[in-house]
């Protein structure tokens, strides 16, 4: 294990990925974890994060105390890197002077860090006040314009440190120089998928023991999908899936659930076909967030239902979530599960029925996630699926949700993503939503008649993580492409529209 020391940066997460990238463990504790409950983690090297531009910032966080002294090879990053200059007998100027940016590095020894990299690197920096002079023994390593000692190291000590970023991808040689720590800490690369999965495949296996048993809701995404891959492993048939159809997904889903996901994995699963249910629940229904509370709730009805169906067979314990790392540091980090009652990601559950949590995935970021699904042999459709609504089809059709118009959207949705797909962008773009405008229409001419016909949006967007987005520049010809093959193939659809809004002001989807 590497524990990332998170200093409160926004990059912390993000060094954990790259050590994971170097295929070593990593996990991230807050800086205020005491530094005996660091060590009876066993880590093979420390990272300090970045945090405040400077030690001398209002509010700078300390060093664990005896951090420096556990013996434990230690790599600062940025405020890391002032904090052990201080630490360790260094100096940090308060030179007001701040670098924000890119920075060409000028390396004058290459010593570990930078061994077989070029002299000169551009790396991205963020801070104030600066080291001046190394702790004794250091070397210097590389300086800028504006930072005499950008780099040092004592190998024999095992503690090394940057000024700039190595995680982010704007410092040219930053995953190199951040290897080569973890090398010379003798840090092994065997984070490899298939060790993740037998780890959570025995981890599950201890925390539900011999007899429990597990239910599990299937939503079509990949996070509940491979989470419950992962279950199955463990313990086999004590595993019961339920998939709640609603009827607003996308063309092929349900089957991929029904069949290629229970074909790969073998996992008990209930189906239930709901989708009569909440077409009834939602006739005539035109405002977006009634359409939203109509299917949340008629959602825990029905899974609700089956739970109760399944303990009637004997009692069920466990409840597995998709929970992944970034909720996990989010809301404040901590290993190990709690008892609580548990009211989300399913979809909601009665505040009667206690559960304890199985999340196989807690230590596993989004990406990981998808590597593992692929691992488990999990459906390529599935484990690939772009971010989708739990609403589904719902909020995408302004106004009411029928069967008819669910089959229009359906088709036109479907040639959208496959003419995307064929085109290669499936990574370049976040999400493309189509959405029917069910209650406009407009006039056209097909062949030798008019039509009067309803109109579909595109709306392809690129986003980091969906709070921002902006609109994607989809070349003109696969637009094309997708507009001459849904005015064709589907009768009702008369008119295709781009949405060409960014998010803020527009949202994602339009309800
Ligand atoms: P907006 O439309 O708010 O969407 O920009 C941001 C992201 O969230 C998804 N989304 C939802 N996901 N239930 C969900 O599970 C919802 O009610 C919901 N509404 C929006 C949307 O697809 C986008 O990825």
């Known amino acids: 294990t590497v524990l990332v020391v998170d200093f409160g940066a926004q990059y912390a997460q993000l060094i954990a990925r790259r050590v994971r990238e170097c295929h070593v463990y990593s996990e991230i504790v807050p800086s205020t974890m005491p530094v005996e409950e660091m ?49 360790l007998g260094g100096t940090v100027a308060r030179t007001g002077v701040a670098e924000y940016g890119g920075t060409r590095l ?26 001046s002079a190394a702790p004794e023994g250091f070397d210097v390593t590389a300086f800028t314009p504006e930072t005499p000692v950008a780099a040092f190291e004592h190998p024999v000590k095992g503690l090394y440190g940057v000024q700039f970023h190595p995680e982010v991808l704007h410092s040219e040689h930053g995953q190199s120089v951040l290897k080569h720590f973890l090398d010379a800490a003798g840090c092994r690369p065997s984070w490899t998928m298939l060790n993740i999965v037998e780890e959570a495949v025995e981890a599950v296996r201890a925390q539900i023991g011999p007899e429990g048993r597990a239910i599990c809701g299937l939503s079509g995404g990949v996070d509940s999908a491979v989470a419950a891959a992962i279950v199955q492993r463990a313990i086999g048939d004590r595993l019961t899936c339920v998939f ?12 991929q659930v029904e069949r290629d996901f229970v074909a790969a994995t073998g996992v008990k699963l209930r189906v239930v076909d709901a989708a009569d249910r909440f077409l009834k629940a939602l006739d ?7 359409k939203r509370k109509i299917i949340g709730r008629e959602f825990i009805r029905v899974f609700e239902d089956e739970q109760r169906a399944i303990i009637a067979d004997g009692p069920v314990d466990f409840l597995v979530q998709g929970t992944l790392y970034p909720d ?17 990601n399913v979809g909601g559950l009665p505040d009667d029925l206690q559960f304890q949590l199985v999340e196989p995935l807690r230590a596993l970021f989004k990406d990981e996630v998808r590597r593992a699904g692929e691992e488990l042999g999990l459906p390529a459709a599935m484990v690939w699926r772009q971010p989708f609504p739990g609403p589904g089809l719902g909020i995408r059709i302004v106004g009411a949700v029928s069967r008819e118009r669910l089959e229009i959207l359906r088709e036109a949705d479907a040639i959208a993503r496959e003419e995307l797909s064929r085109a290669g962008l499936d990574r ?5 939503p189509v959405v029917l405008l069910a209650d406009v229409r407009s006039v056209g001419v097909q062949g030798d008649g008019r039509t009067y016909g309803h109109p579909v949006v595109l709306r392809p967007v690129s ?5 921002t987005a902006d609109w994607s520049r989809v070349p003109y010809d696969v637009l094309a492409r997708i507009s001459t093959r849904i005015t064709n193939e589907v009768r009702e659809v008369n008119r295709v529209v781009l949405d060409v809004t960014s998010k803020p002001p527009g949202t994602i989807e339009w309800e």
């Open 39 to 87: 060590m009876a983690k066993k880590p093979k090297a420390i990272i300090l994060s970045g945090g405040p531009s400077s030690v001398y910032a209002e509010g700078a966080p300390p060093v664990p105390r005896g951090l420096f002294e556990t013996g434990v090879p230690t790599f600062g990053i940025c405020y890391g890197f002032q904090a052990m200059a201080q630490a």
């Open 106 to 131: 000028e390396v004058s020894r290459e010593g570990v860090l930078f061994a077989g990299l070029p002299a000169e690197q551009s790396v991205w920096m963020s801070h104030g006040d600066s080291v």
């Open 244 to 255: 709640v159809d609603h009827g607003l997904l996308r063309k092929g889903e349900a089957e």
């Open 284 to 290: 005539g229904v035109t405002d977006p967030e009634e």
């Open 328 to 344: 996990v540091v989010e809301s404040g980090g901590g290993t190990g599960t709690a008892n609580i009652k548990s009211h989300h």
């Open 428 to 432: 370049e773009i976040w999400q493309c």
């Open 463 to 467: 986003s980091e993580d969906a709070m």
